[in-house]
């Protein structure tokens, strides 16, 4: 069978899976999955988790990057699983015992005040619908490929199918679905690192594998990769500092409380049947997420390895045009791959000079579904990447819009403005806000402000600018009263935004960037996917500015804040 | 359920918070630490075909976070206990 009619039958396959859980699971026991005590075992919980949170930029994007840009990539491994920790164990439990519906909800009642509450809603549709953006961007390239058009005409594809997808609804939140998104994914990702790393290493396990020597020879892997490169002009792999070390640090620390203050994860905590799950949750769903994480280097530098030796083959030696591979020729009818053959002879010559590279056009977000083909692996292995990368982009989509719609429905309409609306003009309501928000984000996808990963990092950055700080102090500090809050949270989403805005343009609209987005420009040579830690410590300095000459909150308050630091008393766990 | 004396809470919160910032020294060593800013130093060690530096910045950093949650989670339960705030 070709590949083409293979990937769908193996996506759709996969889409009938989710439906018919989401149908078996409904009509069985809508009881004993929402209901507390009956519960979710951890376990289960976390592996839905990391669906929930794995998505296009993790799936598709991240291991591209780092297969470009080598020990710099390491900031999205350790930013996007250190946030674990910090919100097993500075939010995760509290928010549980709080035991609310939403985030905007707890932020509302923490500093008793609606405009928190409103100020708490902007801020989670501004980073929800830059996150959509980027996995826009992801399901843009993989729809391109595998429906072989260009990349426009793939996102829109991808807009509609996302699009059904979250107004089903019901399906994101049924736990068991998204364990099988998980088991799709995880095996979508590790069974052709598997494969590859065997072909290259002789060992199986690709995080071993990283770590040997190439088949047949005594030299490492790594080393291999970095003469490779090296000698093409590129900067040393395994040493490749992303910008300055002041950089990698913001950007790491960015991703990490980002991690923290997005409203779809967060969310899952609120579910669990106790206290004490909620921190086993955060452990589980970071097993399931490591299992990803440690694979994805393995990924990146055979990847990487495998690309640079298909266009050169032996030192000096480059690949006739006309012998290009089959996956070169699919790649390039997205506009994703692009050669020019500036030296007329025929050869694609790939080099770090701008002025003799060839290889003009390589989008990083291309190198995680091209690499079982540039492995020549067979055709089933293909197949399976492009369900599980869809499945990955699909869940959090559909994750992330959910939670905008419920900000908008529930926080906006139902808990601000309209508090006497209907059940049936809230469902609407928030159906509208979901075609808004993919239209919104589909639009500003055709002109991405970064790669996948890269788009990912900003809405991170905005996340942790604004919501973190006001959650962690809500929980940690008495003192915190709801000025204070509401200043860090407009100060620090305000800078950021600021920040990002005159260097990737108004709305990500580049022609709009006041000041050009080149490193010269950068306060401290921090770029701008990083500076959501800065716009953190703004938002931390200002509210504790803010809260010092201004009133104490209420002692009822502090009575709140007393009864979420400790387990006992939890309310059952809400349906969702 | 009774109502717990604010002495005993308070020093319950405290026992927590100590076991947190433990926690983050750590966090914030392995991958801040010997992630980025001890890379170079780390880095004239070797593990197998990775240098030190970068197998703590793409694999030892995430072991160590998934260990760090679970001890965290294995203590609390404990001084959940140990205080009698933990849940029915």
């Known amino acids: 069978m070709d590949l083409q009619s293979l990937t769908y039958l193996v996506v759709g396959a996969s889409f009938a899976l989710y439906i018919g859980i989401a149908i078996w699971s409904r009509a069985d026991s809508t009881d004993e999955f929402y209901v507390a005590g009956g519960g979710i075992h951890p376990v289960a919980n976390g592996m839905a988790t990391a669906a929930d949170w794995m998505s296009a930029a993790s799936f598709i994007s991240m291991a591209g990057l780092i297969a470009f840009m080598g020990y710099g990539g390491s900031v999205f491994l350790m930013g996007w699983t250190g946030g674990f920790v910090i919100l097993a164990m500075l939010l995760a439990p509290y928010l549980r015992k709080y035991g609310k519906f939403t985030v905007p909800e707890f932020i509302g009642d923490r500093y008793y005040s609606n405009a928190a509450r409103g100020v708490a809603v902007l801020c989670l549709v501004i980073c929800s619908v830059t996150y959509v953006i980027g996995q826009m961007k992801g399901v843009g390239v993989a729809f391109s490929r595998f429906l072989e058009v260009d990349y426009d005409t793939g996102l829109l594809v991808g807009m509609v199918i996302v699009l059904f997808y979250a107004v089903l609804g019901g399906m994101k939140g049924i736990t068991y679905t998204q364990i099988a998104q998980y088991c799709v994914l995880i095996m979508a990702y590790t069974v052709p690192a598997v494969f590859i790393s065997l072909q290259l290493t002789g060992n199986p396990l690709p995080q071993l594998g990283l770590g040997s020597t190439i088949s047949g020879s005594d030299t490492f892997l790594l080393d291999k990769l970095d003469q490779i490169v090296q000698d093409l002009g590129f900067r040393e792999y395994t040493t490749d500092v992303r910008l300055n070390t002041v950089n990698m640090f913001a950007y790491t620390l960015s991703l990490m409380i980002g991690t923290a203050g997005l409203p779809h994860v967060i969310i899952r905590f609120f579910t669990v049947p106790k206290v004490r799950d909620a921190r086993s949750s955060a452990g589980w769903a970071l097993v399931f997420i490591a299992v990803l994480y440690t694979t994805a280097p393995a990924v990146a530098a055979m990847a990487r390895l495998n690309l640079m030796q298909t266009v050169e083959p032996s030192p000096g030696n480059y690949l006739a045009y006309t012998e290009r591979p089959q996956w070169f020729k699919n790649w390039e009818k997205t506009g994703l791959l692009a050669f020019e053959d500036k030296n007329g002879d025929q050869l694609i010559q790939y080099s770090a000079d701008p002025a003799v590279n060839e290889m003009i056009t390589i989008d990083n977000d291309i190198m995680v579904l091209a690499n079982p083909e540039i492995a020549r692996l067979p055709n089933w292995i293909i197949a399976l990447v492009a369900a599980g990368g869809l499945a990955a982009a699909l869940s959090t989509a559909a994750g992330l819009l959910l939670a905008i719609a419920s900000a908008i429905s529930h926080d906006l309409l139902k808990g601000m403005l309209v508090p006497e609306i209907s059940e049936s003009s809230e469902l609407r309501a928030s159906r509208i806000a979901m075609a808004v928000s993919i239209a919104v984000a589909g639009y500003l996808g055709l002109n991405p402000p970064d790669f996948a990963a890269g788009t990912v990092a ?119 | 359920m009774p109502k717990l004396d604010q002495q005993r809470v308070h020093a319950y919160w405290q026992r927590n918070l100590s076991l947190v910032i433990k926690l983050l020294v750590i966090w914030f060593t392995v991958s801040f630490g010997c992630g980025i800013l001890l890379f170079d130093f780390l880095n004239q060690f070797r593990v197998g075909g990775y240098k030190l530096g970068f197998w703590f910045a793409q694999q030892g950093s995430i072991y160590t976070f998934v260990a760090l949650i679970f001890y965290y989670t294995h203590r609390m339960t404990k001084l959940d206990k140990e205080f009698g705030v933990e849940e029915e």
Do not use: C
Not at chain 1, 467 to 476: D, N, R, S
Not at chain 1, 557 to 575: K, Y
């Open chain 1, 458 to 576: 900003l809405a991170f950055g905005l996340a942790a600018s604004s919501i973190f700080p006001a959650l962690m102090m809500g929980i940690f500090s008495r003192r915190m009263n709801k000025q204070g809050a509401i200043a860090g949270m407009l100060a620090g989403i305000g800078v950021t935004l600021f920040y990002v805005f005159q260097h990737k343009g108004i709305m990500f609209v580049s022609s709009t960037a006041f000041l050009g987005d080149l490193p010269a420009n950068w306060f401290l040579g921090i770029e701008p996917n990083a500076f959501g830690a800065v716009g953190a410590l703004v938002n931390f300095a200002t509210a504790a500015l803010v809260s010092r000459v201004t009133a104490e909150p209420p002692p009822e308050v502090r009575e709140l804040v007393e009864q979420i630091r400790i387990p006992a008393g939890a309310a059952v766990a809400r349906d969702h």
